[in-house]
């Protein structure tokens, strides 16, 4: 298989892209199209037009262009007949063959993890978002930084600078590590004062249920059917990259906090995970993980396990999961089927809002394995307390006897110790 050009759109102002996969053993051909199919998305996303595909088979990548010489050539001519813009590799290239490539095709190459950043950069709306996103792209950029021309000479200088000096790649590298030094500290100090923030949410002591996901399942909609944070929301990869938390009651009166965070992908780029850690670390401590996946992508499977391996990488992994398939009002989604599969999983519409009570339900019991059920025998004149009560935690059942108020309730260790004069435990 060569090339396989895609409908040109005549969008002028949009560049037109070569995408390039390598199939090596192991790898079928269905699953490097699927990869390629999501990389035009991202590619669509960034606001690039695809204009043709080219696969190659391979025992190994070649060290110096990534592609064989031959293809590399066939390449360059099916570039020349489209006059594309850039060329997209699906699998990472090295700052050497990225330079090698470029140098043959007398054009831009690039990898799927430099469209995601540029996805990402497009994206950032807050200071925090801002400065994650540049801290990736400079990273990434770093070990490709080059000059061309004369711009490699020696600094100009009098007595006591003769010598070899300093090159101006030099000067520009020791900036660019001086900015990514600075970006870290103020990420620092962000990352200290969310961690106030997440004191003073520990003493009122709300569960955290953080929403994780494969890009584009659903998230944010979900947030807003849960909490009408009222969110925008876009049938576009990457739109939420900033977390957004709002509380919600549970049936029992508890109050959680619910956040919203940016969306997973296979093979997230590791620049993006490192600057992004300060915001996945509300995954890492949150009390219940509810994992979203578009039920009505055909690989929901595959996406499932991208997102764990992302989970695994930030050590987030041993958080409790909840699987919900959402999407289910799409045309031919398997959101019910697998939600069959998948025990203890459930299935939802966060558009049409279907079967979102059974999900809620779930979440209140998840959560109130994690902790105590106790009954309390309150005094009749204590309605303090009895409100106190509803406020720790969740209220299964209140009755009255002669003399007290029994009140079943979940709490966890420290409502349980704050009610430990009135309780017995069933």
């Known amino acids: 298989m060569t090339y396989v050009p895609t409908t040109l759109i005549d969008r002028t102002f949009r560049e037109k892209i070569v995408l390039v996969g390598v199939q090596f053993p192991g790898m079928n051909a269905e699953e490097l199209e699927h990869q390629l199919d999501e990389l035009a998305l991202l590619v669509d996303t960034a606001g690039a037009d695809v204009v043709a595909r080219v696969v190659q088979r391979r025992d190994a990548p070649d060290p110096a262009t990534y592609l064989g010489s031959g293809k590399v050539d066939e390449l360059r001519e099916i570039c020349l007949a489209l006059d594309s813009d850039t060329v997209v590799f699906e699998q990472n290239l090295t700052p050497a063959q990225q330079r090698n490539l470029e140098k043959i095709l007398g054009r831009t190459a690039i990898d799927r993890t430099a469209v995601i950043l540029d996805i990402f950069a497009q994206n950032a709306r807050t200071p925090e978002g801002k400065a994650q996103v540049e801290l990736a792209l400079l990273q990434y950029r770093l070990p490709r930084l080059r000059r061309a021309g004369g711009s490699l000479s020696q600094q100009a200088g009098g007595i006591g600078t003769r010598g070899p000096g300093e090159t101006q790649l030099e000067v520009d590298r020791r900036r660019l590590v001086n900015r990514i030094h600075r970006i870290r500290q103020e990420l620092k100090e962000i990352d200290r004062t ?211 108020v029994v009140v079943q309730v979940v709490l966890d260790e420290v409502g349980a110790a704050r009610f430990a004069q009135w309780r017995t435990v069933p």
């Open 194 to 404: 969310r961690d106030v923030q997440r004191q003073g949410r520990d003493r009122g002591r709300h569960r955290e249920v953080t929403l994780v996901g494969y890009t584009n399942a659903g998230k944010s909609s979900l947030l807003n059917a849960l909490t009408d944070a009222q969110v925008p929301t876009e049938d576009r990869l990457f739109v939420t990259l900033d977390p957004r938390t709002r509380q919600r009651q549970l049936p029992g009166g508890e109050t959680i906090l619910v956040t919203d965070t940016v969306g997973f992908i296979s093979n997230l780029p590791h620049e993006l995970v490192e600057a992004f850690m300060s915001t996945l670390k509300s995954v890492q401590l949150a009390t219940l993980l509810v994992h979203v996946v578009d039920g009505s992508s055909d690989d929901a499977e595959a996406q499932i396990g991208a997102v764990r391996e992302v989970l695994r990488e930030i050590d987030a992994d041993a958080v409790p999961e909840l699987l919900v398939f959402n999407k289910a009002d799409v045309a031919g989604s398997r959101s019910r089927d697998l939600a069959k599969i998948y025990e203890g999983s459930v299935w939802v519409s966060a558009l049409t809002r279907e079967n979102l009570d059974e999900l809620i339900a779930t979440i209140g019991l998840r959560l109130r394995t994690q902790d105590r059920v106790v009954t309390l025998h309150l005094p009749l004149d204590r309605g303090d307390l009895v409100a106190a009560a509803h406020r720790e935690g969740e209220v299964l059942d209140t009755s009255i006897t002669d003399d007290s």
